[in-house]
């Protein structure tokens, strides 16, 4: 499959933003300028880039705790995304939500999810409504290993299964539920698999090359789209950075990985295979890389900037858009 060149830029770009918006989010954290538990990605950019540029805006995505860099690659807005990790009335929630809990209807966003396997369902009844209301718009499903030992996995995969429901279950495979290797609580080496008990197509795809999993997800959502029901992709990757930005409070003097390993990891980054490629295969430009990057470091110094400088809800606010 030949990827077009504007693509190719798309896809750079939305990896760029998830990098630098989350290492901008685990510094703030660190310095405890945003409250609440941080969950950032970095390492794991090409799953989210990959597979959303295979969506078109009306389709549909549910994510996770780890969630900003799929909202980010389903064209989710930097400065809106901040204020609502700072809680501000600005954010795409109005504060209320913070980074967990963040929405964006208009762009096919049903948002994160601080429940661990709750967006399976969701996405499940997303591609449902699909079906009923005669839309061919497809429901992409982000979650992690950890979540694919949850009962709501199972059912989910089982019922678009039957229903040949238009889903695309995406499985970021960290290796790790917070602080537990995958392999010690997991039935099988790859999740993948799993797809035979339900009589759907499951692929181990490479998710640190952006590519392939491009080309893995639009398969998947050609097919989903053509009426002919779900897949699994279970992509392959690792997370640079703790479970929750300030982990080491937890561990105290613990730890549940090696240094080497983080290192052998960041040596597969995702970005830089991109720019090898880019390289290797004449089609783009160090220059143009160049300039996304910093078109987006100043994207970012305004998303900060429009975060901090926003207002908090007012305390009469603390009743409205919630249920009570
Ligand atoms: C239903 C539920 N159980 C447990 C938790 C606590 N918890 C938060 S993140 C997490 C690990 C999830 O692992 P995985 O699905 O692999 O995602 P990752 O953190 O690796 O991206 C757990 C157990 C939760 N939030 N919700």
Same mark, same amino acid.
């Given at each position: 499959?030949?990827?077009?060149?504007?693509?190719?830029?798309?896809?750079?770009?939305?990896?760029?933003?998830?990098?630098?918006?989350?290492?901008?989010?685990?510094?703030?954290?660190?310095?405890?300028?945003?409250?609440?538990?941080?969950?950032?990605?970095?390492?794991?950019?090409?799953?989210?880039?990959?597979?959303?540029?295979?969506?078109?805006?009306?389709?549909?995505?549910?994510?996770?705790?780890? @969630?900003? %860099?799929?909202? !980010? &690659?389903? =064209?989710?807005? /930097? +400065?809106?995304?901040? *204020?609502?990790?700072?809680?501000?009335?600005?954010?795409?929630?109005?504060?209320?939500?913070?980074?967990?809990?963040?929405?964006?209807?208009?762009?096919?966003?049903?948002?994160?999810?601080?429940?661990? @396997?709750? %967006?399976?369902? !969701? &996405?499940? =009844?997303?591609? /449902? +409504?699909?079906?009923? *209301?005669?839309?061919?718009?497809?429901?992409?499903?982000?979650?992690?290993?950890?979540?694919?030992?949850?009962?709501?996995?199972?059912?989910?995969?089982?019922?678009?299964?039957?229903?040949?429901?238009?889903?695309?279950?995406?499985?970021?495979?960290? =290796?790790?539920?917070?602080?537990?290797?995958?392999?010690?609580?997991?039935?099988?080496?790859?999740?993948?698999?799993?797809?035979?008990?339900?009589?759907?197509?499951?692929?181990?795809?490479?998710?640190?090359?952006?590519?392939?999993?491009?080309?893995?997800?639009?398969?998947?959502?050609?097919?989903?789209?053509?009426?002919?029901?779900?897949?699994?992709?279970?992509?392959?990757?690792?997370?640079?950075?703790?479970?929750?930005?300030?982990?080491?409070?937890?561990?105290?003097?613990?730890?549940?990985?090696?240094?080497?390993?983080?290192?052998?990891?960041?040596?597969?980054?995702?970005?830089?295979?991109?720019?090898?490629?880019?390289?290797?295969?004449?089609?783009?430009?160090?220059?143009?890389?160049?300039?996304?990057?910093?078109?987006?470091?100043?994207?970012?110094?305004?998303?900060?900037?429009?975060?901090?400088?926003?207002?908090?809800?007012?305390?009469?606010?603390?009743?409205?858009?919630?249920?009570?």
């Amino acid at each position: 499959m030949d990827i077009g060149k504007d693509l190719l830029l798309e896809m750079y770009r939305a990896m760029v933003r998830i990098r630098l918006f989350e290492g901008k989010v685990r510094d703030l954290a660190t310095a405890n300028e945003i409250p609440g538990f941080v969950h950032v990605s970095i390492g794991e950019e090409a799953s989210a880039a990959g597979v959303c540029a295979a969506l078109r805006k009306t389709d549909r995505i549910t994510s996770t705790h780890r @969630g900003h %860099g799929h909202l !980010i &690659a389903k =064209g989710g807005r /930097l +400065a809106e995304m901040m *204020a609502e990790i700072y809680g501000k009335r600005t954010g795409y929630c109005k504060g209320k939500g913070g980074s967990m809990h963040i929405v964006d209807f208009n762009l096919g966003i049903l948002g994160a999810n601080g429940i661990v @396997g709750a %967006g399976l369902p !969701i &996405a499940t =009844g997303s591609a /449902l +409504a699909a079906v009923i *209301a005669k839309r061919d718009d497809v429901t992409v499903c982000f979650f992690g290993d950890g979540a694919s030992n949850e009962g709501t996995f199972h059912e989910s995969l089982n019922l678009a299964a039957i229903w040949k429901l238009p889903v695309v279950y995406v499985c970021e495979n960290n =290796g790790f539920g917070e602080f537990t290797p995958m392999q010690t609580v997991t039935s099988v080496k790859d999740i993948a698999v799993r797809a035979q008990a339900y009589g759907i197509p499951g692929y181990v795809v490479d998710g640190n090359d952006v590519l392939e999993v491009y080309r893995y997800a639009s398969e998947a959502v050609a097919r989903a789209r053509a009426g002919e029901g779900p897949t699994l992709l279970e992509c392959k990757t690792y997370r640079w950075e703790g479970h929750v930005v300030g982990e080491q409070a937890f561990l105290g003097s613990g730890a549940y990985r090696t240094e080497q390993e983080i290192n052998e990891w960041k040596a597969r980054c995702p970005l830089v295979r991109f720019q090898k490629f880019a390289a290797e295969s004449g089609k783009i430009d160090a220059a143009e890389l160049k300039r996304i990057e910093e078109e987006t470091a100043a994207e970012l110094d305004a998303a900060v900037k429009f975060a901090r400088e926003s207002p908090l809800p007012a305390p009469s606010e603390v009743a409205e858009d919630v249920y009570v």
